[in-house]
């Protein structure tokens, strides 16, 4: 069930991981892998998925593991000065991101050439899990289009649902049994041939960006069998910071939106929560 045969030898600290990691994934989960044929057979590109719980860099790195086009991804450079952590990285191919750069496109300069030179780059398009209350993709960061538009190279909307099943939002206690099954759908590219003569500015990232969020959004309604809200939640519009966790688990976590109307009617009888 791959994409096709790998291309190229991976790095030895790679397969290690994977070989210690695959076998247990693969007894923990059940699995439904779609849209491979939509993974690029060579070259660099970027493959950006929603972001729903702590447990998906593991989730999504097995999805392409499996596609045969294992994927890169990109880390803070302070990391790789961490004594033995930094050198795992390192060995294993993950691309450092220079935060402390004054132009926004220098952060990613790492990106562009790791993609540049064949690697599968992924990229969370939101940068931390959604504050949305009912895990819908929330409004995106720019960086994933960045790369596709700077490199021209495909950018694949990835659409993920299950992984916080296993680990709830901002949850610390994994709940592995009985066994979850990891939903996983990559859709064709987003077409940005329109966006590459113009200015990478502002407002041609902020296109690509809602494209991708609009193309993952949908892949996501396909896997939910549900109906995405109107408005794509923004954390800047509600008040919600975006480090840290903003929302106890038991909210974040509920993603029956009749389950939120309750809580909201609740709200309001109780008045404002002052004591009598």
């Excluded at 960086?143 to 296993?166: F, H, K, S, Y």
């Excluded at 106890?248 to 509920?254: A, L, P, S, T, V």
Aim: glycine residues 10%; aromatic residues 8%; charged residues 30%.
């Amino acid at each position: 069930m791959t994409a096709g045969a790998r291309k190229r030898r991976l790095p030895w600290a790679y397969r290690l991981v994977a070989l210690l990691l695959r076998p247990l994934l693969m007894g923990l989960t059940k699995r439904d892998w779609k849209g491979l044929e939509n993974l690029p057979a060579e070259g660099g590109f970027v493959v950006s998925p929603n972001h729903i719980s702590y447990a998906d860099p593991l989730v999504f790195a097995h999805f392409m593991y499996d596609s045969g086009r294992e994927a890169y991804f990109l880390g803070k450079d302070s990391l790789f000065t961490i004594p033995v952590v930094g050198w795992l990285l390192k060995q294993s191919g993950q691309i450092p991101v220079y935060r402390n750069s004054v132009a926004a496109a220098g952060a990613y300069r790492s990106a562009v050439e790791g993609v540049r030179a064949g690697k599968p780059l992924g990229i969370f398009p939101e940068g931390t899990i959604t504050r949305d209350p009912d895990l819908w993709p929330m409004r995106g960061k720019t960086g994933a289009a960045r790369v596709a538009l700077e490199t021209r190279c495909p950018l694949i909307p990835v659409a993920q649902w299950g992984a916080q099943e296993i680990l709830s939002p901002y949850g610390h206690r994994p709940s592995l049994f009985p066994r979850k099954t990891m939903h996983m759908y990559a859709g064709p590219p987003v077409d940005l041939t329109d966006l590459y003569d113009r200015p990478i500015d502002t407002k041609v990232l902020r296109e690509a960006t809602d494209r991708l969020m609009d193309r993952i959004t949908g892949l996501l309604e396909e896997i939910r069998g549900e109906q995405r809200p109107q408005e794509r939640f923004d954390p800047r519009q509600h008040g919600v910071p975006e480090i840290g966790d903003p929302m106890k688990h038991h909210e974040i976590g509920r993603h029956d939106r009749r389950g939120r109307d309750r809580r909201d009617r609740r709200d309001r009888r109780d008045g404002d929560g002052a004591t009598p």
